[in-house]
């Protein structure tokens, strides 16, 4: 995917070509992940403690699957791992 933009300077005007090859959106996750993503989100936001068993009962999925899918989505970019903590990188909420 290309994406083509004009940045104006004082003096100069620049094009700019932008290619991004593989820029997931929120379409690209599974149910799963999607649900996963969002209770994630609003529990860190509220600043909950994130426990495996409560993630469980709230998403309905075995803490290995949930451990699973964290690990996919920090690969993917979804989620990282900052001091031992949690971090969303990307929203699937607008």
């Known amino acids: ?3 083509f933009f004009t940045l104006n300077t004082n003096k100069y005007s620049h ?3 932008l290619e991004v090859s593989n820029l997931e959106t929120a379409r690209d996750l599974t149910d799963a992940e999607r649900k996963l993503m ?3 989100f609003h529990m860190i936001n ?3 403690p994130l426990s ?3 993630i469980s009962l709230r998403t309905g999925r075995s803490e290995e699957e949930i451990r699973k899918m964290v690990d996919d989505l920090c ?3 979804w989620l990282s791992l900052e001091n031992g ?3 969303v990188m ?3 909420i607008k």
């Open 1 to 3: 995917m290309l994406f």
């Open 15 to 17: 094009k700019i070509k």
């Open 38 to 40: 969002i209770i994630l």
């Open 46 to 48: 509220a600043g909950k």
């Open 52 to 54: 495996l068993p409560v």
């Open 75 to 77: 690969e993917r970019g």
């Open 85 to 87: 903590r949690l971090k």
């Open 90 to 92: 990307r929203s699937v």
